[in-house]
C-alpha cells in the first residue's frame, strides 16, 4: 500500500522537486561529457584523461539523491533496507571510478594504453554486488509448495535465456575483439550484466510491494543499458571506444539511477500504483532470447566456442521448461480433479438437505417426473411430524435438529434400497417409493411402528401423520404432491399418528377447509365477525358477575359459521393473532362501555380467550397495554383465559404470562382437568381462576341409588374446588346444562358457573338489557 503524504513529514512537494532536481544535475553532467567528446573529437581539447572525470560526477549525484531519501524518511523498513544498500553499492562504484578518474589525470600522457588499477576495480566489482545482493533481497510474492518450485524455475530460465544473449551479442565479442579491453573492464561489464539481468528477473516477481517496480526496472538499467552499449563499442572501435564510453555512454548511469530515485519518492507520494504482475511471461521471453544466437547460426553465424556456450544455455533452459511444464501439468490435473471435486460437491449441495443429508425438494420432483415416464408402480409418501413446534419451543432448536436428523436416519432405514427418503422443509419428509413389490401402505405402517420408541440422543417420542398418493401416468408431478398433500392433511384431522391414502374426492373438504382461511382473511377486513358474550352467573342468585367473549362469523353467503371450523383455520395461516387482537379490543371497549354505563352493577370481569400463537407472539403484551389504554378499562376487570396445553410451549408463553400478571390482568386456566400436568400447572403458572371443564360437569347430578358411584363421578369436581380454595383460586364451573347440575355444584363448593341452563351467548345489547333487569330488582330491593 502506498505511503500518503500525512505519513511522510519530510516527503512532501519539496522533497520530490530535490529528487527532480537531482535528476536535473546528472542529466547535465551527461549533455557536458556529450559537449566534452565533441569537442575532442573536433580536437579542441587532446587529452583522453579529463573523460574518466564525467562517470563520478555522476555518482556522487546519485549516491547523494538516495542519501537524500534516505533522510527524508517515510520509507517502509522492506524499502529502506533497498535503498540502504544500494547507496553503499553506489558510493563503493563511485569510489571506484573516482579513483580511475585520479590516476588517468595522473598519468594523463598514458591515458590511452593505461588500465583500471585493480584495487578500483575491485571497489566498482563489489559495488555491482552489493547492488545485485540489495536487489536479491526485495521481497517478491508470497509463494508455497510447487508455485515456489515453478517460480524458481522461471527466474532461472529467464535469468540463463538473458545472460545467453548477453553473453554471445555482448562480452563474448569483447573477449575475442582485435582490440580487447583489460581484465578488469571486461569482469566489470559482466558483473554489470548479471546484475542487469538479476534485476530484470527478480522485478517480474515482485508483487507491487515498498520498493517501487519502475525503480527497480531503472536501476537494472542503469547497469545494463550502459553495459551493453560499452560492449558494442568495445566491439566496434576497440580501445579508442573508451573516451566515448566514460564520458557519454556511461554518464548514463546515474542520470536511470537518480530517475529511479525519483519513481520511488512518486510512489511514496501514492502518485502511482504498482501492479501486482506474476511475470507469466517470463520464461517465454527467454525461450525466445536464447533462440535468437541459435537462429543466427542457422544462419550462417560461426559455431565457435561462444556460440557452444549459448548452446549448452539452450538446453538448459529447454531442459528447464520442460520441468517447468511438468509442474504446470501436474497444478492443471489437480486443479481438474479439485474442480471435478467441488462440482459433485456443488451437485451434491444442489440436490440434498444440509441438515439431513436427505434428497431436497429439487431432486424429489425430478425423481417423481422420471417416475411418471416409467411403468413401474410407484407413490409418494408425505411424513409431517405432529406438533413438532413444541420440541423447539420447549428444547431449543438445537435439539430439534437432531430430532430431524434421527428422524431422517429412520426413514432411511425403513425406506431401503426401494425408496428415496427426501426432506422437503421443515419438520416434512417424504419417501419415494418405486418397484412392482413396494407396498406402501406397510412402509407406513412400520415407520409409525419404529416412531412409537424414543428416538435421537435425548430419547424422545415423536409421532408423525403420513398421506399416500399413487404416481398415476399422465399425471403432473404437482398434482401428485397436492394428492399426498391432501392425504396427510386428512390424516390430521383423523387424530394424527396415522396415514391416509388418496382417494379421488378427498381434496374437495381439505381445498374448502384451506379456502376459509382466505375468506377469513376478508371477513377480518370486511366486518363480518361478531363478538357474543356469555353470561357468567352466580349460582346462588343467577346474578351475573362476568361475561365471556365469544367469536361468531356471519358469512354473506353461508351464514353462521360455527367457531369449530373457522378457528383452526385461523390457526393453520396465522390469522389467528389478528383475530383475536380484534376480540379483545371489542371486549375491553364494551366491557368498559358498561362499567361507565352500570358502574357497581357492571360485570366485574370480562374474558376473552388466547390461543398459544398469540402468546407466541412478541407483540402480544403491547396488544392488550394498547387495548387497555384505548378503551380505559381497568386492568383488574380484564381476564384472559389461556388452556393447558397452551401454557405448556415454553419459555416465550411463561414469561407473557408473568408480564400480563403484573400488570394486574387476572387469569383463568381455561379447560381445567383434561391436561397431563394441571396440578403442576397450578404452582407454575400465575393462574387466579381455574375453570372446571364441561367434562366433568356432565353426569355429576345422576343419582342412580349407588353412593359409591355418585361419589366417583363427582370425585374431580369436588377435588379440583378443594384444591382452587386451598390456594385461594377462583373457580368456575363451565357447561351447566340442567337446575339438577347447578344444584349438585353449589353442594359441592362451586359459587360461579356458566352453560346454556344459566344463559346462552348473547350479543351485548341483551348483556345491557340483562344488567339493567339487575340494577332495577337491586334498586326495588333497596326501597
Excluded at 556460440?307 to 520442460?322: E, F, K, P, S, Y
Excluded at 396415522?498 to 376478508?522: K, S, T, W
Excluded at 380467550?609 to 394498547?626: E, I, K, W, Y
Excluded at 346462552?760 to 332495577?776: F, G, I, Y
Aim: with cysteine.
Amino acid at each position: 500500500m502506498p505511503v500518503t503524504r500525512e505519513a511522510l513529514p519530510s516527503a512532501g512537494p519539496v522533497a520530490g522537486v530535490a529528487a527532480w532536481r537531482y535528476v536535473q544535475a546528472a542529466v547535465v553532467v551527461l549533455l557536458l561529457g556529450t559537449v566534452w567528446w565533441a569537442a575532442f573529437l573536433a580536437g579542441w581539447v587532446d587529452s583522453e584523461a579529463f573523460a574518466y572525470v564525467f562517470v563520478p560526477v555522476g555518482g556522487v549525484l546519485a549516491t547523494a539523491s538516495v542519501h537524500h531519501m534516505l533522510l527524508g524518511g517515510g520509507l517502509d523498513p522492506v524499502a529502506r533496507r533497498f535503498w540502504r544498500g544500494l547507496r553503499g553499492a553506489m558510493a563503493l562504484i563511485t569510489i571506484g571510478y573516482a579513483w580511475l578518474a585520479l590516476d588517468m589525470l595522473t598519468h594523463a600522457d598514458e591515458a590511452h594504453t593505461r588500465t583500471m588499477p585493480v584495487l578500483a576495480a575491485v571497489s566498482v566489482g563489489i559495488g555491482f554486488l552489493a547492488a545485485l545482493w540489495a536487489v536479491a533481497r526485495v521481497p517478491v510474492m508470497p509463494t508455497g509448495g510447487a508455485e515456489w518450485w515453478r517460480m524458481l524455475l522461471d527466474r532461472t530460465i529467464g535469468f540463463l535465456g538473458c545472460a545467453a544473449v548477453l553473453w554471445y551479442a555482448g562480452l563474448a565479442p569483447m573477449l575475442s575483439a582485435r582490440e580487447p579491453w583489460s581484465r578488469q573492464a571486461m569482469v566489470l561489464v559482466g558483473l554489470a550484466f548479471v546484475a542487469a539481468v538479476g534485476a530484470a528477473t527478480k522485478v517480474s516477481y515482485v508483487a507491487g510491494g515498498p520498493v517501487d517496480r519502475t525503480a527497480i526496472r531503472l536501476i537494472a538499467a542503469s547497469g545494463g543499458v550502459t553495459a551493453g552499449i560499452v560492449a558494442v563499442l568495445a566491439v566496434r572501435f576497440g580501445l579508442i571506444a573508451a573516451v566515448p564510453a566514460q564520458a557519454v555512454v556511461m554518464p548514463l548511469t546515474p542520470v536511470l539511477a537518480t530517475l529511479g530515485v525519483a519513481a520511488q519518492w512518486r510512489a511514496n507520494l501514492g502518485l502511482r500504483r504498482d501492479s501486482a504482475r506474476s511475470g507469466k511471461w517470463l520464461p517465454y521471453l527467454a525461450v525466445v532470447a536464447v533462440d535468437l544466437p541459435l537462429v543466427a547460426m542457422a544462419f550462417g553465424a560461426p559455431l565457435e566456442w561462444p556460440g557452444r556456450v549459448v548452446v549448452i544455455a539452450a538446453v538448459l533452459v529447454t531442459a528447464l521448461v520442460t520441468a517447468r511444464q511438468y509442474l504446470t501439468f501436474q497444478d492443471n490435473t489437480r486443479l481438474l480433479a479439485d474442480m471435478r471435486d467441488q462440482e459433485e460437491r456443488l451437485r451434491y449441495e444442489v440436490s440434498h438437505d444440509a441438515l439431513s443429508g436427505l434428497a431436497n425438494r429439487a431432486l424429489f420432483r425430478g425423481r417423481i417426473a422420471t417416475a411418471l415416464t416409467s411403468p413401474d408402480p410407484a407413490w409418494v409418501l408425505l411424513v409431517d411430524l405432529d406438533d413438532f413446534k413444541a420440541v423447539n419451543d420447549l428444547l431449543g432448536h438445537g435439539v430439534g435438529d437432531r430430532l430431524l436428523v434421527s428422524v431422517a436416519q429412520l426413514l432411511q432405514a425403513e425406506a431401503g434400497t426401494a425408496g428415496l427418503p427426501v426432506r422437503v422443509g421443515g419438520d416434512e419428509f417424504a419417501v419415494l417409493l418405486t418397484g412392482p413389490g413396494a407396498d406402501p401402505e406397510d412402509l407406513a405402517a412400520r415407520i409409525l411402528a419404529a416412531l412409537d420408541q424414543p428416538i435421537s440422543e435425548h430419547r424422545l417420542l415423536v409421532q408423525a401423520s403420513i398421506g399416500i398418493a399413487e404416481v398415476r401416468p399422465g399425471a403432473t408431478v404437482d398434482a401428485v404432491l397436492r394428492d399426498a398433500d391432501v392425504a396427510m392433511y386428512t390424516a390430521k384431522q383423523r387424530g394424527k399418528a396415522g396415514f391416509v391414502r388418496y382417494v379421488d374426492g378427498m381434496g374437495e373438504p381439505v381445498l374448502a377447509h384451506m379456502q376459509l382461511g382466505g375468506e377469513l382473511r376478508r371477513a377480518l377486513d370486511g366486518g363480518e365477525l361478531r363478538v357474543l358474550y356469555q353470561p357468567i352467573l352466580r349460582l346462588d342468585d343467577r346474578r351475573l358477575v362476568g361475561v365471556e367473549a365469544l367469536v361468531r362469523w356471519h358469512h354473506p353467503t353461508r351464514g353462521v359459521i360455527s367457531p369449530a371450523e373457522f378457528i383452526p383455520a385461523a390457526e393453520r395461516t396465522g390469522l389467528i393473532v389478528p383475530l383475536g387482537r380484534f376480540v379483545l379490543r371489542e371486549t375491553c371497549r364494551q366491557a368498559a362501555k358498561w362499567l361507565a354505563e352500570f358502574g357497581p352493577d357492571a360485570p366485574l370481569r370480562a374474558a376473552a380467550n388466547v390461543s398459544a400463537r398469540q402468546l407466541h407472539d412478541p407483540d402480544f403484551v403491547a396488544d392488550v397495554t394498547a387495548a387497555l389504554a384505548d378503551s380505559g378499562l381497568p386492568c383488574e376487570r380484564l381476564v384472559l383465559e389461556v388452556t393447558e396445553s397452551a401454557v405448556l410451549r415454553g419459555q416465550q408463553v411463561s414469561r407473557t404470562l408473568y408480564d400480563l400478571d403484573r400488570m394486574g390482568i387476572r387469569l383463568a386456566l381455561d379447560d381445567f382437568g383434561t391436561g397431563e400436568s394441571s396440578l403442576s400447572l397450578l404452582r407454575a403458572f400465575p393462574a387466579a381462576i381455574v375453570k372446571l371443564d364441561k367434562s366433568f360437569v356432565d353426569g355429576v347430578e345422576i343419582d342412580d341409588g349407588q353412593p359409591a358411584a355418585a361419589s366417583a363421578r363427582q370425585a374431580v369436581a369436588r377435588a379440583v374446588v378443594q384444591l382452587a380454595h386451598t390456594l385461594g383460586l377462583d373457580t368456575v364451573a363451565e357447561g351447566i346444562e340442567s337446575a339438577e347440575q347447578a344444584a349438585v355444584l353449589r353442594e359441592l363448593g362451586y359459587t360461579v358457573g356458566q352453560g346454556y341452563h344459566l344463559a346462552r351467548p348473547m350479543t351485548a345489547e341483551s348483556v345491557s338489557a340483562l344488567l339493567a333487569r339487575q340494577q332495577s330488582l337491586t334498586a326495588a330491593a333497596d326501597r
